[in-house]
């Protein structure tokens, strides 16, 4: 019998919300529940005690809230995974939001099922990856290269064997970047880099539920120098902005009469994901083919690869983030490992890799 490699923090200023995620998180075998707090002090002191390994952690809670926790942890120089478990409201977005900001590995929302039952079955579903992310990247087991590929063994010959984008032969009409757990953080460190005079729409995919985009966008257009806003349905995507597919929705694309236009739909999820990179990547590959550039961030599972193939098959230039830089060197690595990629950048390089990608010159990242 396996033993538990997680061991876990409740913190929750409800005696009965503790108990609850207690016994979720003790239903999934990678799990030992090592102790809880009612708020976020008796958290910290928990933490110098106990040693573990994960935090599930409130947002609202007396004395200190989850955010003063995450702030102190940050103080303190504590890393250690925290789940935010958040509320789908405005204000619970932008909490959670700042949440992910200061540092705390992912979040899921508060179940709301018809019965006890029902919750407790929709909160393990939903934390269970997030735990397994989490002990994934505890081993951190190096990737392989593709079959068909030489093996390479240094990070440099790794970038040098995936360097193939070249020059590009048609100026990008759009650019997609597809991102999941550990993406607000990235595209905070990403957008602001990107300048206003960026010759293309930006389309990004972040898997968030509704709300939570929103906040999500007001966020980066706050600090980016392109205009950044949560997409809608039938607006044209220009040069100079970045749009985000809303939370439980999907997005595609379409070139009509020469403009980018946006599609916001209720089509099903695909690989669970709504929005999907899949989704909205193959949309792009249909309508923009070799004038296309994608970009695959941080992010758990494998969204974003069947809609890569898509694009590379259309003639379309892949980036995916490195290991190194990535929260969860997930949905990158299975572009990698699916040979698609043209070039792997960590995040401080994405900016110049993307900029020269799409026709910007006088960057320093050729690719």
Do not use: W
């Amino acid at each position: 019998m396996n033993q538990p490699v997680i061991r876990a923090l409740v913190v929750d200023d409800s005696a009965l919300y503790r108990k609850f995620v207690r016994s979720v998180l003790e239903a999934i075998p990678e799990v030992e529940v090592v102790g809880t707090a009612s708020n976020g002090r008796i958290g910290l002191e928990k933490i110098d005690s106990l040693k573990p390994d994960l935090i599930t952690l409130d947002l609202e809670m007396p004395e200190l809230d989850g955010i003063g926790m995450l702030r102190e942890m940050s103080a303190r120089s504590i890393k250690i995974p925290t789940i935010m478990i958040s509320s789908l409201t405005a204000e619970g977005a932008k909490s959670t939001n700042t949440a992910l900001q200061l540092g705390a590995f992912d979040f899921v929302l508060k179940p709301i099922g018809k019965s006890p039952e029902e919750s407790r079955i929709q909160l393990q579903s939903d934390l269970t990856p997030k735990i397994r992310a989490c002990v994934s990247q505890r081993k951190r087991k190096p990737f392989s290269v593709p079959a068909s590929r030489p093996v390479q063994t240094t990070k440099n010959a790794v970038r040098k064997m995936t360097d193939r984008i070249g020059t590009i032969r048609r100026k990008p009409k759009v650019l997609g970047i597809g991102v999941s757990t550990g993406g607000p953080v990235a595209l905070t460190q990403l957008m602001p880099h990107l300048p206003a005079n960026f010759p293309c729409p930006i389309l990004i995919v972040q898997h968030m539920p509704p709300m939570f985009t929103k906040s999500l966008a007001k966020d980066l257009n706050r600090i980016s120098k392109l205009e950044v806003q949560e997409a809608t349905d039938g607006m044209v995507a220009l040069p100079g902005q970045a749009l985000i597919a809303p939370g439980g929705k999907q997005m595609r694309v379409s070139d009509e009469d020469g403009k980018p236009t946006i599609h916001i739909t209720d089509d099903s999820p695909e690989r669970n994901c709504r929005p999907s990179v899949d989704y909205l990547f193959r949309s792009i590959a249909q309508h923009y083919g070799d004038q296309a550039v994608a970009a695959i961030l941080t992010g758990m599972g494998d969204d974003g690869t069947e809609g890569c193939k898509l694009m590379k098959k259309a003639g379309a230039a892949i980036l995916a983030q490195d290991e190194e830089s990535c929260v969860v060197y997930g949905m990158p690595r299975s572009v990698f490992e699916a040979g698609l990629t043209d070039r792997v950048a960590s995040l401080s390089e994405m900016s110049e890799c993307l900029q020269r990608a799409v026709g910007l010159r006088g960057i320093a990242c050729q690719v």
